[in-house]
């Protein structure tokens, strides 16, 4: 390592990619340092992913002590309480947040609770002026929710806010048609709020197969979310008792209780110095880099969000560990594989995917070969609930290799991710069709498809 250096490397951003990143360069022996100027922990923990989850479960209770009666059960008087919600979920947050801290402890990394600038080749200054120098710099600053502005514009929440809610609104209109959208419609709607969802096009979750993404559209509307299609927005107007008139493109004005916005999320690149030292910055405000993170300056390195290649946590995490690897383990430098990433979204019920959709597939490959299951969980049979699961496998006709696997269903996720192996092995239909079911479950319809 440098000793001409304070530091072999300093991490800007203590999210995912910045803390696996930091935690696996000091177990190869460098010193390390992360700055981090909110809470360790990054968007995922402090403010997505898990958080959303634990909001996930809770929504779910709506349903399940209805569900319950069916089963034999018999439920007293129901009532929720938000805020005992939100509250046990943030003291979660912060369980979290100190076991991350104590990660990079225990592998002495030095943390910085504070903002960190690059003023210079090699030299980072903190916000309270104290000035250090780093062989390797990473940039692991994640993105933000992007605000659009127009009239009244400062009077929305994003997700961010969402979760440290007073109370829940009686009406809430969420802009926007990808997973936080849908994902954030589903939970207010299960906690009582009547819900409106507003997309400027005329599709949801666009990147997602077509007959998943229809599926969730019929059982959203069946559960009561409203749909406006073509809808963007041209003023906010806070009235006297604090309800927002809301006036969106070809709809009458309409009030609701909280606006959330829910457009995308932007690389937070801004104030970061990068430009002192001549770091390219994308069309789309991403730091540019190579497949190995790694900057047009030798030296400066990024991963996750804030380099908008695949904008999920466990791709940061991957991307973190790579770096480390490559440069300060005693291997050859590797490159993290971004094609056949599966995901999914955390709706109601949720959305599980990797691979192709069927339109991308017939669009590269020609001959394709589509298998689906449509069917009530058994479940929802017994609930007397009439929504339908629907499993889609696609299959390259030319060497029967499964190409994509889309789900939508109770579990999905859980499903997926097994499934997801086999499709980036390169599986074949048959391989599946040789696999013996487990009985009775819903993902028994993957080895069973005709």
């Known amino acids: 390592m440098a000793d001409a250096y304070d530091f072999d490397l300093f991490t800007i951003g203590a999210g995912s990619g910045g803390v696996r990143a930091s935690r696996v360069a000091a177990a190869h022996g460098a010193r390390v340092a992360v700055a981090e100027e909110y809470r360790v922990g990054g968007t995922c923990v402090i403010r997505g992913c898990v958080p959303k989850k634990m909001l996930v479960y809770g929504a779910h209770f709506a349903e399940d002590l209805v569900d319950a009666e069916h089963f034999g059960w018999t439920i007293g008087e129901k009532s929720f309480d938000w805020v005992k919600l939100r509250d046990h979920v943030q003291n979660d947050v912060t369980r979290l947040e100190g076991l991350y801290g104590q990660t990079l402890s225990n592998h002495d990394v030095t943390v910085f609770n504070e903002r960190a600038v690059i003023t210079g080749d090699h030299q980072i200054t903190l916000a309270s002026g104290k000035v250090v120098t780093a062989a390797h710099i990473l940039i692991a600053t994640g993105a933000r929710p992007f605000v659009p502005q127009f009239p009244g514009s400062e009077h929305v929440i994003t997700s961010n806010e969402a979760f440290h809610l007073d109370a829940l609104p009686r009406r809430i209109l969420i802009a926007g048609g990808g997973y936080i959208a849908n994902e954030f419609a589903g939970i207010f709607n299960e906690f009582g709020c009547k819900v409106t969802i507003a997309n400027r096009s005329d599709t949801i979750l666009r990147s997602y197969d077509a007959s998943v993404r229809d599926r969730l559209l019929q059982i959203s509307m069946v559960k009561g979310i409203a749909f406006l299609f073509h809808a963007e927005f041209e003023s906010i107007e806070k009235q006297d008792d604090g309800t927002l008139l809301v006036k969106l493109t070809g709809q009458d004005p309409c009030e609701y209780d909280a606006v959330m916005v829910a457009t995308g999320r932007v690389p937070n690149v801004e104030g970061l110095g990068l430009e002192t030292i001549g770091v390219d910055i994308g069309q789309r405000g991403e730091i540019v880099v190579d497949a190995f993170s790694r900057t047009n300056v030798p030296y400066v390195y990024a991963v996750g969000d804030v380099t908008d290649r695949v904008q999920l946590t466990p791709v940061a995490i991957r991307e973190g560990q790579a770096f480390a690897d490559s440069v300060f383990g005693n291997c050859e430098p ?24 069927e339109g991308e597939a017939r669009n590269q490959l020609g001959n394709v070969k589509v298998y689906q299951a449509d069917f009530r969980p058994m479940k929802n049979v017994v609930a007397g609930r009439n929504e339908r699961s629907l499993y889609k496998m696609v299959v390259d006709a030319a060497n029967d290799r499964i190409v994509g ?4 269903g109770p579990e999905a996720p859980e499903i997926m991710q097994a499934a997801a192996i086999a499709v980036k092995a390169g599986l074949t239909k048959a391989d599946f069709d040789a696999t013996v079911a487990i009985h009775p479950t819903m993902a028994e319809e993957l080895v069973l498809f005709k």
Not at 334 to 357: E, K, L
Not at 405 to 408: A, D, E, L, R, T
């Open 334 to 357: 590797y490159a993290v594989d971004h094609s056949c990433v599966p995901s999914a979204v955390f709706s109601h019920p949720p959305i599980a995917a990797v691979g192709m959709t």
């Open 405 to 408: 696997i889309h789900m939508i």
